[in-house]
């Protein structure tokens, strides 16, 4: 913790906003609409955080595209029911559902950002509507409508939103329909935006309109409390060039979760789990706030997809890049060390992960831990994932990547089942028998260990719903992780996005927003942009009450 007792601050305004994601930039836009001076510092090089790279799409129940077919209790009573009583507060779910639908109408009457229901994305539960209640056949989801950023933003901020290497391709948002090829190439000469960055793009140009002064690769280090704890202030800088900011109103902390800080991972999570987020999101604030009291919940919880790694593209530290998949769909299987089928890769993604977690009594330890392993036949190589992909065939097959790179050791390729298994460490005996029972039933289309025909479809996944045997070789493998698009414990907040204390009620001064705030949908996934929606409502609930908040003498 950080003494302001000497009171010297190398610049104040109001309010310190902390990341660059949805809730960041609306908390920050909310304030300065109501008067405040307001500085925006973030991280990484790029603005945007987790939201640019997404979708851009937002769970918003009873929003004024559906409101005349939706209602309140029904929102309330699905959440609730898949919260199942682990919501770390739960008159936070009510709270999100009533404030929702106002704060997604004063983004589009305040920025340029255009919604539209995501047509064909209902809920995610609604193909069980008998089993989970108040689900409904039709979007709450609204996806951004694409927005010429280099035009609006001018080169230099367009080229800041970050880039996605994940939902491809950028330039088109969800919900518009297919667009033609000459549109498309148009977009991207012309610097459009789509999904997360038609989200981001607008609220970043309604700031810079609005004098906000928005500064990326400026990590905040510190918070600044006085002698009563409140937080006045923020350290920000790289080492060696650190900057003491006052805040006379408060600070918000809207960086991200924890995903990449394997230590809070490990710690809190429990196993480990593939992030398909910025390098940026390592529980900085978390971090910060802790040291200040601050309550934290639902630090167990995550935003779950699948990850596979692709076999020769890198990220930026050099490590493999991973993608979002969940199998390789019909004509591949997921098992676990130990041969054994354990998941189906066609279930709603933010269930995907959980398996991999399972305590078996009758062998205690964790039957399913991570690595688990997707295996497939001939027909899977050189799509998807794998688009890469050569077998170069012969007695000792092999795999070859682009100007014959050889393949990483958790990709592997073999002329049988049994051969296959001893590469992956399986015993042969029982992966041939989990492959043989498989195929035998999807050869008349069918699937009874986990084709749950009411609930496994194509609407978020691979297409799984088409069941076909595996078939012939070369057959392969390729490593399937547990991943997350985001942690979603964090900060608890109350309904004005206030900081809870340990020590006190509140944590006067300090406000909290998106994945660095204990998930107010109590960790659920109800529909398409359950992280997004959240982010944006609570950074909205943040900014109200800053607007609104007298300033401090600091």
Not at 6 to 13: G, L
Not at 80 to 85: A, E, N, Y
Not at 337 to 353: A, K, L, P
Not at 459 to 486: R, S
């Amino acid at each position: 913790m950080s003494s302001s007792s000497d009171n010297r601050w190398d610049e104040v305004v109001d309010v310190v906003v902390v990341g660059s994601g949805a809730g960041a930039l609306t908390s920050a836009l909310v304030a300065r609409e109501g008067g405040a001076t307001v500085l925006v510092v973030e991280k990484a090089e790029y603005i945007g955080g987790t939201t640019a790279v997404s979708g851009g799409d937002m769970w918003i129940p009873n929003n004024h595209h559906v409101a005349d077919q939706d209602s309140r209790d029904e929102a309330l009573a699905y959440v609730t029911r898949l919260s199942d009583g682990r919501a770390a507060d739960p008159h936070m779910i009510e709270v999100y559902i009533d404030s929702a639908p106002e704060a997604l109408q004063y983004l589009e009457a305040h920025t340029e950002y255009v919604s539209k229901p995501h047509t064909g994305l209902d809920d995610y539960y609604s193909v069980v509507p008998g089993r989970i209640p108040g689900t409904k056949a039709f979007p709450r989801t609204c996806s951004a409508q694409p927005y010429p950023a280099r035009e609006r933003l001018g080169e230099k901020w367009a080229s800041l939103v970050h880039p996605s290497p994940w939902i491809e391709p950028q330039e088109v948002s969800y919900g518009e329909g297919s667009i033609t090829d000459e549109e498309l190439a148009r977009r991207k000469r012309d610097g459009w935006r789509g999904k997360g960055g038609a989200l981001i793009a607008p609220l970043l140009k309604a700031l810079l309109d609005r004098e906000v002064d928005v500064r990326p690769s400026t990590p905040a280090r510190q918070l600044v409390t006085d002698d009563s704890g409140a937080v006045i202030g923020v350290v920000v800088g790289e080492d060696g060039k650190e900057r003491r900011v006052g805040a006379r109103r408060g600070v918000v902390l809207a960086c991200g979760g924890f995903e990449w800080n394997p230590e809070m991972v490990k710690t809190f999570l429990g196993y480990d789990v593939q992030p398909v987020t910025p390098w940026a999101n390592t529980g900085d604030g978390h971090q910060m706030a802790m040291k200040v009291g601050a309550k934290l919940g639902g630090m167990t919880g995550f935003f779950s997809y699948g990850v596979m790694h692709d076999p020769w593209e890198k990220r930026p530290d050099g490590g493999p890049m991973p993608q979002m998949e969940m199998s390789l769909g019909s004509g591949s299987i997921i098992v676990n060390q130990h041969g054994r089928r354990f998941m189906h890769g066609g279930y709603t993604y933010n269930d995907f992960s959980h398996p991999f977690s399972h305590f078996d009594q009758r062998n205690p330890g964790f039957t399913n831990k991570a690595p688990g392993w997707c295996v497939f036949g001939v027909e899977h190589w050189g799509k998807g994932v794998l688009k890469d992909a050569r077998v170069v065939p012969g007695d000792q097959v092999r795999v070859e990547g682009p100007g014959g790179a050889p393949a990483p050791e958790w990709l592997v390729v073999a002329n049988t089942i049994g051969e296959l298994a001893e590469k992956i460490g399986v015993d042969p005996a029982v992966l041939e028998e989990t492959v043989s029972t498989y195929d035998k039933h999807a050869e008349k289309g069918e699937d009874p260990e986990w084709g749950d025909p009411a609930q496994v479809r194509k609407l978020t996944g691979p297409e799984t719903v088409d069941i076909h045997p595996i078939g012939e070789g070369p057959y392969g493998a390729i490593q399937q992780w547990p991943g997350t698009i985001g942690t979603n414990g964090g900060l608890r907040i109350d309904p004005d996005a206030r900081v809870l204390g340990n020590d006190q009620p509140i944590v006067d001064g300090l406000y909290a927003s998106g994945n660095t705030s204990a998930s107010v949908l109590g960790g659920t996934y109800p529909g398409g942009g359950s992280c997004v929606g959240p982010s944006m409502v609570t950074g909205y609930l943040a900014g109200r009450h800053l607007a609104a908040k007298a300033p401090r003498d600091i």
